[in-house]
């Protein structure tokens, strides 16, 4: 996410290295390769130059602290005006009504019917009663897409595939949620491949019949300054809440979406990154400028396990750690935890420094796969106590999974490694104390 903007904004604050204060010329060559960045990678210009005459102005009024450099101090300033750019504080849906109705727009291909299935998920995770209505009446596979969503995430979605009017598919969706006991109905809206009069009718007709609590407009946000121009097009007709930012796992023309909220003058609500219905963020606009700048998201990683992971399946995995019972079975599920966190680069960049060391790695979410196939190469017997595998049986379960030894071997010494760790941890005493204990060796 942001991968090259990052880059490029890092190589700028090398200007200020080694230097010992803050002057007008070191400020303005380092403003000036900012405010490149920021257009390269596809922030509206005229954004770009107030935000970098904010940053330069700011730099210049501040005495530089003998603990802080120079460079440290115009990162602080770039997170900050990053943020107001962005917003400054996060905004909250508003989820009043019974139901309370979201109506999701936006055009075709943006992602609006994908959006709404991880809307509907996140929502179920509070523990929401939630309805996904079908409202795509054009496109013919919308209906069955948003069916299949609803069925993957164990949520119920009204539909009426012989029914041409979106307005009073809406309406029964409606009196069949106050009758089913749903307190939220989610609106999927059809999308045209580009704005056209009738799909601005229909949506506005939507709107005035339905008077949501939360309209969302949902934008592609590699589509560039046309997400912002759209973003903007779509507002002064529909007059939406806030803006919903989907596939930001890529990074080619991405910076665009920074420009939203200046723009339009609306909030920026939800990110989504890739297809798995977990993989969607409230916006936080402090957190998005720390990632941008290299300095990671902590609380967005820590919230986004705390969404995925199931509380008694660690209190088992807790047990069986602490009586050093761990074994691949226990790693397995505690793969496909993971798994369902989102994408894994876009994961592991949320780590303080690892989006920079990350710079042109790949990584696939199908990396996991040979570890998974090695482990279920293994017999039930040799999952559950994993000292059984011997060299012959090695060399069955590489044949197995369709892997080299060498693969299979460093699978055993990580995962045996780990299980040494654990029972050290152990030893020490576990949680606090067991942590107390490792920093004496420090």
Do not use: W
């Not at 943006?110 to 995770?125: D, E, I, V």
């Not at 795509?136 to 299949?148: E, F, G, S, T």
């Amino acid at each position: 996410m942001f991968d090259n903007l990052s880059y490029k904004l890092d190589k700028a604050f090398q200007n200020l290295k080694g230097q010992g204060s803050i002057t007008e010329i070191n400020v303005a060559s380092t403003v000036k390769e900012i405010r490149r960045a920021l257009v390269d990678a596809d922030v509206n210009y005229k954004v770009a130059k107030e935000v970098t005459d904010k940053i330069k102005t700011e730099a210049l009024g501040r005495d530089v602290l003998t603990t802080v450099s120079p460079g440290q101090l115009l990162i602080k300033i770039t997170s900050d005006e990053l943020t107001e750019l962005m917003g400054g504080t996060k905004v909250d849906m508003n989820l009043k009504g019974d139901p309370a109705i979201v109506l999701i727009s936006g055009l075709q291909g943006s992602g609006k019917t994908t959006f709404s299935g991880k809307l509907a998920s996140y929502l179920k995770r509070q523990g929401k009663q939630v309805l996904l209505t079908a409202c795509d009446i054009y496109r013919p596979a919308a209906i069955n897409q948003l069916q299949v969503l609803g069925e993957q995430i164990g949520v119920p979605v009204y539909a009426e595939e012989n029914n041409k009017n979106a307005v009073e598919i809406a309406n029964n969706a409606i009196k069949f949620a106050k009758s089913n006991g749903k307190s939220i109905v989610i609106v999927d809206t059809a999308g045209r491949l580009a704005i056209d009069e009738e799909m601005m009718n229909e949506i506005t007709a939507l709107k005035k019949a339905l008077k949501p609590a939360e309209t969302l407009f949902v934008v592609d946000s590699m589509t560039g300054q046309d997400a912002v121009n759209t973003a903007k097009t779509f507002n002064e007709r529909l007059d939406y809440d806030g803006v919903v930012l989907t596939k930001l796992d890529g990074d080619t023309r991405g910076g665009a979406a920074l420009s939203v909220r200046t723009v339009v003058e609306k909030p920026i609500k939800f990110i989504s990154t890739g297809e798995k219905m977990e993989a969607i963020d409230v916006f936080h606009p402090e957190r998005m400028a720390q990632r941008i700048l290299g300095m990671g998201d902590v609380v967005s990683l820590v919230e986004r396990a705390q969404q995925s992971f199931d509380e008694d399946e660690a209190k088992r995995i807790s047990k069986k750690i602490r009586k050093n019972q761990f074994d691949f079975e226990d790693f397995l599920s505690q793969l496909e935890q993971i798994k369902k966190m989102g994408n894994i680069k876009d994961l592991i960049g949320m780590i303080p420094g690892m989006g920079k060391a990350l710079k042109g790695i790949d990584i696939d979410d199908d990396s996991f796969k040979p570890i998974e196939a090695i482990i279920l190469s293994m017999t039930k017997e040799e999952r559950g106590n994993p000292d059984l595998i011997n060299g012959t049986r090695r060399k069955r379960i590489a044949e197995g999974s369709g892997t080299s030894i060498q693969q299979v071997n460093n699978l055993m010494k990580q995962f045996n490694d780990m299980r040494k760790l654990m029972k050290t941890m152990n030893k020490m005493g576990g949680g606090k104390k067991g942590l107390a204990n490792l920093n004496m060796f420090k």
